[in-house]
């Protein structure tokens, strides 16, 4: 979510009940300013909010020279002092998906994970249960990070990819069509690619390099992962994850006005598959 569209929250994600409130708003806002400031970024913006026992993480995030691979993530539990989020680590990512407890608050903490629960008899042998240590922080920017890869979008035709190869926003981004927002494969992952380069070149007529290098959302498996609501006025387009409960994102239709955020505990929801495709006898 861009910093202007932080002031802005009651018509945009508060169709789902997630609104920041005034008072908070104001001071994220400015705290925000701030950071961009003293860090030089060109632009930076608010990723979202994950729900602790004791006290809320706020995320943000911010980039100097290229929106895609420049990115820089920070945190803070008070909306005014912000630390810098490291990168997530092979231990974290592997640890954060099969971690059921939730968030405290506290960066420093360490937890205990149990990675398989139930023995099992190899070779004559009970394989006992493993016990690893992950520290919160960790833990808190693996969470980003998968959020992040499997659910940050943009609007087709809102990054543009210079000859260098360095990607910035597309400042003569109009804005899609309501006919557009109907079509999930005008939606794109922001992250970097994971397909061929030469995917969206055999799939779409209307193929432009500099603006489909990025994975659409119509190859997400399963389908039906995303729900699509657009406004009764038709001025507003909503894409809500079914993966990840409380990933939101918002689009002023025939306007370059879009963005993400997310509210939520840092949870998946691993049972999308056998809600979407029951089993038929």
Known sequence: MNLNFVLDTLHTTGHFGHVISTEESLVL????LILQNENHFRNVFFWGKIFGAEKDYYIAYGYTRDALHGRIYYYSSNCVRWGLLPQPTKNGLLLTPICSTKFQGDPALVIDVLIE???TLICGKRKQPQI???KEEDRLASTVHLITNESAVIPRGSLFRRPDGVI???LSFEGLTTLDAREISSFLHLRP???KFNTNLLIRDDYNYAMDFLDPLDIDIPEGCWMIQITTAEDLVILKSIYWP????????RSPRHGFVYFG???KCMDL????SPFIL
Request: without cysteine.
């Open 29 to 32: 806002h400015n705290s925000l």
């Open 117 to 119: 629960k139930d023995e």
């Open 132 to 134: 690893r240590k992950l």
């Open 168 to 170: 910035v926003e597309n």
């Open 193 to 195: 690619p994971t397909q």
């Open 246 to 253: 409380g990933m939101i994102f918002f689009h002023y239709l």
């Open 265 to 267: 505990h840092g949870k």
């Open 273 to 276: 598959p056998f809600m979407l």
